[in-house]
C-alpha cells in the first residue's frame, strides 16, 4: 500500500524563458505525479532573477504550458525576485554568525593566484586569503563567500541515482553575493526552497552537480536539507542533446502541430519511467503510479512516432465533446474564420477520427466541408487522375439521382451509386470493362472533397449534404467539360 504523506511538499521552479521546455515540463510532471501519488502538495516558483530575461510574457509561457498539460499547483505561485530581501538577511545572518565573510580579492588577483596554482600543479579552489580578515560592510567592493569545511563529504543519497556527494575541500569557499550585491542563484533556491517548506527536491539532472555546494549552505543556516532526486535529461532518439534548432523542444510547439495535452502528458511521463509494460496512461494512472524507483539512471530518449501513436490513440478515443474542444481552434484557422460546430461536423469529424495523426490533420481532411461550394479548389494532381472526361456522364447520372433521392442516408446513397454503376455497365462495351464502385466512388470523392483522401464516401456525401453535394457535382462536371 502506498503510504501517504500529506506533510510531502515538491516544486517546480523554472526561470521563464517564454516558453516550456519539454525537459523542463517532464520534471514538473515528475514532481507534481510524485506529490499527488503521495498525498503531498505541488509547489510552482518561478525563478525570474534575472530581469531582463524575465518579462511577463516569458513567464506567460511557462504558465500556459503547464495548464495545458493538466499540472496543477497548490496555492499561489511564488516568485524568486519577491524573496530578495529575505536573501539578503540570510546573507547577512551568515556574516553575523562568522559563517561567511567578506572578499576583496580582485578577478585579476584572483586569477594570477589560479594560475600560479596550477603552475605549481595543485588544483585550484579559493584560497581563503580574506577569511580571516573580517572585513567590516564598508570595506569597499568585495563579494560575499561561505566557509566551507577543510574536508568532509557534502552527500546525499538520490531519489534516482543513489549515493552522490563531492568532499568539501575540492569545492572551496564559494561566493554567496556578488559585489555587485546581488545574492548567488544556489542561495536563493536553497533560502527559497527553505522559506517554502519545500522537503523533495525533484529536478533535472544538470542541478546534480550543484548539490553539495546548496547542500554546504543548508548546513550553514542549520537547516535539514531536503530529500533530492535528479532526472537524467531528454535528448533524440539517436542519443543525442536536444538542438534547438532541429528539434521541437517546446510544448507550446507540440501544442500548435496539433498534438493533444493527453498524448503530451503521457509521453513526457513515459520517456526514462516505467510501468510494468503499459503504455497509456491517464492522468489519474500517472497520479496513482508514479515512482521514482523506476526512472532510468541513463539518459531519456525521445521517440517522437511514440508520441504519434499516442496522439492517435486519444484522438480516436476521447469523448467527442473534447475532441470537438480541441479541433475547433484549429478548424477556425484552417479557414481563417469562425467555424459553426453542426451535426455535419460532428458526424464528419466521428467518421474520420481514426485516420488523422495530430489536430492539424483533423482539421485539415474536414476544411472542404467547411468551404463554400464555389471556393472548393480540386487538387490538380487528383483532378488529372480521377477527372477525366469518360467519367463526366457517369457523374452526371450520379448527380441527377443524387438530386432526385427524397432521403440522404447512406442506404439511399448506396442506392444511387448502384443504379447509376448498373446503368453504366449496361451501356459500357466490351472492352471498357465493367464499371465497379472504386472507379466510380474516387472520382466523386475528388469532385466533393477537392482531394483523393477521405472517410468512407457515403459518410463524406452525407456531412456534406444532398444539396451541396449536388452543386459540388455540378462544378466539377462543368469543369471537366470546360477542360475538354
Ligand atoms: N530554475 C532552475 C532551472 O530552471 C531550476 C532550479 C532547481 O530546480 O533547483 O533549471
Given at each position: 500500500m502506498t503510504k501517504l504523506d500529506s506533510t510531502l511538499r515538491t516544486r517546480f521552479a523554472p526561470s521563464p524563458t517564454g516558453f516550456l521546455h519539454i525537459g523542463g515540463a517532464r520534471t514538473a510532471l515528475f514532481s507534481w505525479a510524485y506529490a499527488r501519488r503521495f498525498g503531498g502538495k505541488f509547489i510552482l516558483r518561478i525563478e525570474d532573477t534575472d530581469r531582463e530575461r524575465s518579462t511577463e510574457e516569458s513567464e506567460r509561457g511557462v504558465i500556459d504550458g503547464l495548464r495545458w498539460l493538466g499540472i496543477q499547483w497548490d496555492g499561489e505561485i511564488a516568485r524568486q525576485s519577491e524573496a530578495n530581501a529575505r536573501h539578503q538577511e540570510v546573507i547577512e545572518d551568515l556574516l553575523t554568525a562568522g559563517k561567511a565573510y567578506r572578499c576583496i580579492c580582485s578577478r585579476e588577483e584572483l586569477e594570477q593566484r589560479k594560475q600560479e596554482h596550477i603552475a605549481r600543479g595543485d588544483k585550484w579552489t579559493y584560497d581563503r586569503k580574506c577569511r580571516d580578515e573580517d572585513y567590516a560592510a564598508d570595506c569597499g567592493t568585495h563579494v560575499v563567500r561561505l566557509k566551507l569545511p577543510d574536508t568532509g563529504m557534502l552527500g546525499w543519497v538520490d531519489g534516482v541515482f543513489g549515493e552522490s556527494g563531492q568532499d568539501a575541500s575540492e569545492i572551496g569557499d564559494v561566493i554567496i553575493r556578488r559585489s555587485d550585491g546581488s545574492p548567488l542563484y544556489h542561495l536563493a533556491v536553497v533560502v527559497d526552497d527553505i522559506d517554502l517548506g519545500i522537503n523533495f527536491v525533484i529536478r533535472g539532472q544538470d542541478h546534480h552537480s550543484n548539490t553539495p555546494f546548496q547542500l554546504a549552505i543548508y548546513q550553514a543556516m542549520g537547516v535539514e536539507p531536503p530529500r533530492l532526486a535528479h532526472v537524467p535529461l531528454i535528448v533524440g532518439k539517436n542519443g543525442k542533446k536536444l538542438s534547438k534548432r532541429r528539434d521541437p523542444i517546446s510544448v507550446q510547439q507540440f501544442q500548435e502541430e496539433g498534438y493533444l495535452p493527453e498524448a503530451m502528458r503521457n509521453w513526457l511521463t513515459r520517456i526514462g519511467w516505467s510501468h510494468g509494460d503499459q503504455e497509456v496512461f491517464s492522468s489519474e494512472e500517472i497520479t496513482q503510479t508514479f515512482d521514482l524507483?523506476?526512472?532510468?539512471?541513463?539518459s531519456a530518449q525521445a521517440d517522437l512516432e511514440k508520441l504519434v501513436w499516442l496522439n492517435q490513440h486519444y484522438l480516436k478515443t476521447l469523448p467527442m465533446d473534447q475532441i470537438r474542444d480541441y479541433v475547433l481552434p484549429f478548424l477556425e484557422k484552417e479557414v481563417g474564420g469562425s467555424v459553426q460546430w453542426d451535426d455535419a461536423l460532428a458526424f464528419y469529424i466521428e467518421a474520420d477520427r481514426?485516420?488523422?495523426?495530430t489536430l492539424v490533420e483533423m482539421a485539415q481532411r474536414a476544411r472542404f466541408l467547411l468551404l463554400d461550394d464555389d471556393a472548393l479548389q480540386i487538387d490538380e494532381k487528383a483532378a488529372k487522375k480521377?477527372?477525366?472526361?469518360?467519367?463526366a456522364p457517369a457523374l452526371e447520372q450520379l448527380r441527377d439521382a443524387f438530386a432526385a433521392l427524397g432521403a440522404w442516408d447512406h442506404e439511399s446513397i448506396e442506392g444511387a451509386f448502384q443504379s447509376v454503376l448498373e446503368q453504366q455497365n449496361r451501356e459500357r462495351s466490351e472492352e471498357q470493362g465493367e464499371m465497379k464502385m472504386g472507379k466510380l466512388a474516387q472520382p466523386v470523392r475528388v469532385a466533393v472533397?477537392?482531394?483523393?483522401?477521405?472517410?468512407g464516401i457515403h459518410e463524406t456525401l452525407m456531412a456534406l449534404g444532398q444539396e451541396r453535394s449536388v452543386t459540388r457535382l455540378s462544378n466539377a462536371i462543368q469543369a471537366i467539360r470546360a477542360r475538354a
Open positions: 524507483e523506476h526512472v532510468n539512471h541513463s481514426e485516420r488523422p495523426k480521377h477527372l477525366k472526361a469518360n467519367i472533397t477537392g482531394g483523393p483522401v477521405s472517410p
